[in-house]
């Protein structure tokens, strides 16, 4: 019996295996068509190209300049070219930024001993006017807008309008981080009491002198004072000279 049922199964597995083998054969045989989708083009990296910034340009404006901003504005007009940009003074790093020409600012025909027509000879140090240990020399608003006012810019001393000192004032201090005053910078004595460097000591007051006391006769009731002061003096003397004359005619 055993033997008999194990032949027929072990035929059927040896036609299966058969039959599987000629499967693969078949498939492997099969041509291998491309692909008609077409293939996605690799994406394209856009450089990254950092800009440097121009540090020579106009500071921003905004929609409602405070005086400070102004003063910005007027800052980078007049002051810049000499104070640079952060207002570090005329150094080597700042002069690299000018154009190659215009960077030796002590050049003949330039800013030198013989200045090009309306030129002027510009110092060799020109300093900070922002940063630490700048403007020590000003104790207040009103030092700071006192100077400035009579002697800058360095080739026309006093050329700007007042409002201009007035708003480059404002902007030197918002620079030091002094709080700019509302209303406005507009009299030194408003200046005088915001101090550059930390509170201003305001001034002692002006002891106001006593004037003289008037004479005895121009005192309320004076006159009265004088005539009987007199009248007492007047009887004094008469009362010592007839004194005199008693004592005098007992004696003869």
Not at 15 to 34: E, F, Q
Not at 91 to 100: F, G, I, L, N, S
Request: neutral net charge; proline residues 13%; glycine residues 10%.
């Amino acid at each position: 019996m055993t033997a008999r049922q194990s032949g027929p199964g072990r035929r059927w597995g040896l036609v299966l295996a058969a039959l599987g083998a000629g499967l693969l054969c078949g498939a492997l045989a099969l041509p291998v068509r491309p692909s008609t989708a077409a293939a996605a083009p690799a994406a394209t990296r856009t450089p990254v190209m950092l800009q440097t910034p121009d540090r020579l340009k106009a500071p921003p404006t905004v929609e409602h300049p405070s005086q400070a901003d102004t003063g910005a504005q007027v800052f980078w007009l007049n002051c810049q070219p000499c104070h640079g940009d952060q207002g570090q003074g005329l150094t080597d790093e700042w002069r690299a930024q000018y154009p190659p020409e215009d960077q030796n600012c002590w050049e003949s025909r330039c800013h030198g001993d013989r200045p090009y027509d309306d030129g002027f000879t510009l110092p060799h140090v020109v300093p900070a006017v922002i940063g630490p240990g700048s403007l020590s020399r000003f104790a207040s608003a009103a030092d700071l807008h006192t100077f400035i006012s009579a002697a800058m810019p360095f080739q026309a001393p006093g050329s700007l309008s007042a409002d201009e000192y007035w708003a480059l004032t404002a902007f030197l201090l918002r620079a030091h981080a002094v709080a700019t005053p509302n209303p406005p910078l507009a009299s030194a004595e408003q200046a005088a009491l915001i101090g550059l460097h930390g509170p201003v000591t305001p001034p002692a007051p002006t002891p106001t002198p006593t004037p003289p006391a008037p004479p005895l006769w121009q005192r309320p009731g004076g006159p009265w004072l004088w005539l009987a002061g007199l009248g007492a003096a007047l009887v004094a003397a008469a009362a010592l000279l007839r004194w005199a004359r008693g004592r005098a005619h007992g004696s003869a």
